[in-house]
C-alpha cells in the first residue's frame, strides 16, 4: 500500500501527544446511555478510537521500554505509528459496527441491519475530514462490504467478533516481524480484554 504520509515532525508530534492522551481522559468521562441509533454511533466512533489507541500505544511503550520517548523525534516512526492507528481503527469500527448490531438483533429482535452499513460508512465519512487517508477508507468500504455479505447476524456476536481487530492490532503495529512472533499471543490477547471491557460498558449503557 503506498500511501504518503508528509506531516512535518511537529505536526506528527501534537498529534500523537493528542492522540496517547484522549483516550485516558474520555475514560473518565461518565458513560451516557445509548437511547438510539446515534447514541449508538457516536459509542462506536468512541470506543473503536479508545481502543486502538490505548492497545497499540500500550504494546508499543511494552516493548520499547525506555527507547519509547526517543520515538517522539523519529518523524519515519511517527510516520509509521500513524499509519497503524488508521489501519487498526478502521477494523475495530467495523467489528464494534457487527458487534453491536448483531446483538440488537439477537436479543432485543432488531431487524435492521443495514444499519450496520449505515453508521460505518456515516463514521467514515466524518473521518475522511479528520485525515483519514483515502487508500485506508477505500480499503476499510470494501472489507466491511466483504463481511457484510457472510455475517450470521444472530450468531456474529458470539462467535469471535473481535478477531479481526486484534489480528489487525498484530499486522500493523510497526514492531519488528521477529520480535512480534514472539508477542504474538500476548499482543492479540491485549486487544481481546480490552475489548471485553467495551462489552461490558455496552450491555450497562443499551437502553433502546
Not at 143 to 160: C, D, G, P, S, V
Not at 184 to 189: D, M
Request: aromatic letters at 16%.
Amino acid at each position: 500500500m503506498a500511501i504518503k504520509y508528509k506531516l512535518k515532525l511537529k505536526d506528527l508530534k501534537l498529534e500523537y501527544l493528542i492522540d496517547y492522551f484522549k483516550p485516558i481522559l474520555n475514560y473518565f468521562k461518565p458513560k451516557q446511555k445509548i437511547k438510539n441509533y446515534n447514541d449508538l454511533k457516536s459509542f462506536i466512533q468512541k470506543k473503536s478510537a479508545w481502543i486502538s489507541q490505548v492497545t497499540l500505544y500500550g504494546y508499543l511503550k511494552t516493548r520499547m521500554g525506555a527507547k519509547y520517548v526517543l520515538m517522539f523525534e523519529d518523524e519515519i516512526f511517527l510516520g509509521s505509528i500513524n499509519k497503524a492507528k488508521w489501519n487498526i481503527y478502521a477494523v475495530a469500527l467495523q467489528d464494534l459496527c457487527f458487534y453491536s448490531i448483531s446483538y440488537l438483533k439477537d436479543y432485543s429482535q432488531k431487524h435492521d441491519t443495514d444499519k450496520a452499513k449505515e453508521i460505518f460508512f456515516e463514521i467514515l465519512s466524518e473521518e475522511e475530514k479528520n485525515q483519514m487517508p483515502i487508500e485506508i477508507i477505500k480499503k476499510s468500504k470494501n472489507e466491511f462490504e466483504e463481511r457484510f455479505a457472510k455475517i450470521n447476524w444472530e450468531k456474529h456476536h458470539n462467535n469471535l467478533p473481535f478477531n479481526n481487530s486484534a489480528l489487525a492490532l498484530y499486522e500493523w503495529s510497526p514492531i519488528a516481524d521477529e520480535l512480534k512472533l514472539l508477542d504474538r499471543k500476548i499482543v492479540l490477547n491485549s486487544m481481546i480484554l480490552k475489548w471485553d471491557i467495551i462489552k461490558k460498558e455496552f450491555y450497562q449503557t443499551i437502553n433502546f
